[in-house]
């Protein structure tokens, strides 16, 4: 067995793992700030937590810092479905939002994103 061999089935190995011990995917800098401030923000003000969507380049990074913000959104905290559910309601607004893009990809919104109603929610 090569180098190369060992280290893509280590790296399997690894991602298997992960997935069957719920590992929760790592939080970017840019993703985790955007989060912090948000939580700061008023509820009244959505505009720092729509900036998450684009600060967090995935649903699975954004669920992972909202639960470690939790202020940020209108829970004190979130398990998965609340999460999913907060996701699903912010990116009505922003339905263009990397996170938003991956949320649909993975089946989590429960809207489409070329649904034309959505034109009218748009801020």
Request: aromatic share 4%; hydrophobic share 40%.
């Amino acid at each position: 067995m090569t180098n190369i061999q060992s280290a893509t089935l280590l790296l399997a190995a690894v991602t298997v793992v992960a997935s069957l011990s719920g590992c929760s995917p790592a939080v970017s800098s840019a993703c985790g700030d955007a989060m912090q401030s948000a939580e700061y923000e008023s509820v009244q003000d959505d505009a720092a937590l729509l900036a998450t969507l684009t600060a967090c380049p995935t649903a699975a990074e954004w669920i992972t810092a909202i639960k470690q913000h939790p202020g940020a959104g209108i829970y004190t905290d979130y398990e998965d479905g609340r999460a999913e559910s907060m996701l699903d309601s912010a990116c009505i607004r922003a339905i263009t939002a990397p996170a938003c893009i991956d949320a649909s990809k993975q089946g989590i919104l429960t809207f489409d994103l070329d649904d034309p109603r959505l034109t009218e929610l748009q801020g």
